[in-house]
């Protein structure tokens, strides 16, 4: 990371007035002392706390459980049950009062509000349990051929992780009206906390780089599954822990510089998940491997419009998701072209990429 110039050139000038009675060398060594804030390795500092966003991921991650327990075609599953997850109905599931239900974002005005969808999702998937014939290829699908175990854990994953990340906590209006000053014992100053809040959505280890044997969650286990082909797990996890730094130097053109990266590798990995599962589905042969592979592509194509700062216009969006259709009946192998040659264009992702997803 490097200090602003116009940061940098305040502190040299400072610096040459206050050595001004020195030697040219000593002026010199002075100015030499000036130097970027290390960078660690590890999302590791002294006073942070990101455990509310934590406990939203297992909870999320619970809620997914729960749903594909169902693909026994034996166990009986209850909307009840889910909303319980949901919303945290008891107060305490791993140990946290918080809740997935209320930091959802609900857009009425977005192609598809997912907020709306998650109940719907609830009920369709009690009333699919239990029955061996609504399995196909070991998972529970609805009466239209969704898998609600995919809809609701994709569809979450951009409603509320993604959107509260880089719609919220990472955005000028949150930042920049939070003081930077007055630290509190385990959560640092209120920017420094707000930051750390985006990070926790992101669902990485604090040795996210390089423990290959760390617990990653969803977004940061997904960066990691397409790396080998697209990699931004390493440009988003940098950039978080290069932004934390900046925000304790208050050098807030390096925060946002930093923080345009995270949201636009972000997005990134949004599109490459939707072109990976449409790439699966084009050579899939089994009718449930293709019900699967369709309802991933369609949820994470939702996931694109949870950015508040997105690329994508909410035309192609909206685009896209016509094409994929309601079922996985409705998408031809036109469609799945005309999908992937609309991403690839908006992203500049090269046809190795596209191709090899």
Same mark, same amino acid.
């Given at each position: 990371m490097t200090i602003s110039s116009s940061l940098k050139k305040t502190i040299i000038a400072s610096t040459l =007035?206050? !050595? @001004?009675? $020195? +030697?040219?060398?000593?002026?010199? *060594?002075? /100015?030499?002392? =000036? /130097? !970027?804030?290390? =960078?660690?390795? !590890?999302y590791t500092f002294e006073h942070v706390n990101y455990s509310g966003q934590t406990a939203r991921i297992q909870m999320l991650d619970s809620l997914e459980r729960y749903i594909k327990s169902g693909n026994d075609g034996v166990t009986k599953l209850s909307t009840s049950d889910m909303n319980a997850i949901y919303t945290n109905? @008891?107060?305490?599931? $791993?140990? +946290? @009062?918080?809740?997935?239900?209320?930091? &959802?974002?609900?857009? !009425? *005005?977005? %192609?598809?509000?997912?907020?709306g969808k998650i109940p719907t999702y609830f009920i369709s998937a009690a009333d699919a349990s239990g029955n061996q014939d609504n399995i196909n290829g070991g998972r529970l699908f609805n009466v239209n051929g969704h898998e609600p175990a995919q809809m609701v854990a994709k569809g979450l994953m951009g409603a509320t992780l993604y959107y509260q990340s880089v719609s919220n906590y990472l955005t000028n209006e949150k930042l920049d009206g939070a003081d930077n000053e007055t630290v509190e014992e385990g959560e640092g100053t209120a920017m420094e906390h707000y930051w750390d809040e985006g990070f926790g959505y992101f669902g990485a280890a604090t040795d996210y780089a390089d423990n290959t044997e760390a617990k990653n969650w969803y977004w940061a286990k997904y960066a990691k599954s397409r790396a080998d082909v697209y990699d931004v797990s390493g440009d988003i996890f940098n950039a978080f822990i290069a932004g934390r730094v900046a925000i304790a130097s208050k050098d807030y053109e390096e925060r946002n510089k930093q923080r345009d990266i995270i949201i636009a590798k972000w997005e990134e990995l949004v599109a490459i998940n939707v072109i990976h599962y449409l790439n699966s589905l084009a050579t899939d042969t089994e009718v449930g491997d293709q019900m699967h592979h369709w309802s991933e592509a369609l949820a994470f194509a939702w996931c694109l419009q949870y950015n508040s700062s997105k690329v994508i216009s909410s035309s192609e969006i909206s685009n896209i998701i016509d094409l994929l259709g309601d079922s996985v009946n409705d998408v031809s192998s036109?469609?799945? &072209?005309?999908? %992937?040659?609309?991403l690839k264009s908006t992203y500049g992702f090269s046809d190795e990429v596209v191709n090899n997803l």
């Open positions: =007035i206050a !050595t @001004s009675l $020195f +030697s040219c060398s000593e002026v010199e *060594d002075a /100015i030499n002392d =000036i /130097i !970027t804030p290390e =960078i660690p390795t !590890t109905e @008891s107060g305490d599931l $791993f140990g +946290s @009062s918080k809740d997935v239900e209320s930091k &959802t974002a609900n857009d !009425t *005005d977005l %192609k598809v509000n997912v907020y036109d469609d799945i &072209t005309a999908v %992937k040659a609309a």
